[in-house]
């Protein structure tokens, strides 16, 4: 199928797995799939210096900054599943502090690409740690994987725990 369109690609995965890609259910399920993965990845080529934009503030605050609970989602890149749950952020100013909601949108950034939740975990860990230069922090996230809960070993209340830290 070389030359081929992602809605055709999709069309011909709908045939393999044994269905009518052109029965009325599925018959626009290739562009939407191509729109859904579309937005589930359109944090590919943005720089997180763009985000932050101006939203750092002087401050002599020197205890910990947390902002907990943001809600995340992402696509396993081993089987293109979602993953979702929970990430919480903490740092330690050191002579500046960031906007509330840019943390989130930093979150966003490196979930919307296809990932691993270690390396998720990381990238938001070393991007807040580049752009806001705090004395120490750290990021937890707490996620669901449906491609350990719809397949495989099938266990529908495990949650997978990562972290990063960074500082004294």
């Not at 690609?9 to 009518?20: K, P, S, Y």
């Not at 696509?75 to 979702?84: A, G, I, K």
């Not at 979930?111 to 230069?133: K, M, S």
């Amino acid at each position: 199928m070389e030359g081929a369109s992602f809605e055709e690609l999709v069309a011909e995965i709908i045939t393999r797995l044994g269905d009518d890609p052109n029965r009325e259910g599925l018959i626009r399920t290739p562009e939407r799939v191509k729109k859904s993965l579309e937005f589930l990845t359109n944090g590919y080529g943005i720089d997180t210096a763009n985000i932050i934009n101006g939203a750092l503030f002087e401050e002599t605050h020197k205890n910990m900054v947390l902002v907990k609970q943001i809600e995340v989602f992402s696509l396993c890149e081993h089987h293109l599943l979602p993953f979702f749950g929970k990430v919480h952020i903490g740092y330690v100013p050191n002579g500046k502090i960031v906007g509330l909601s840019k943390v989130a949108r930093i979150v966003e950034v490196f979930a919307r690409r296809l990932q691993v939740q270690e390396r998720l975990t990381e990238q938001i860990a070393q991007a807040l740690w580049d752009q806001i230069e705090p004395s120490g922090g750290g990021v937890v996230i707490e996620a669901r994987h449906l491609c350990m809960m719809m397949r495989g070993v099938q266990k529908q209340n495990s949650k997978t725990v990562t972290s990063a830290m960074r500082g004294t």
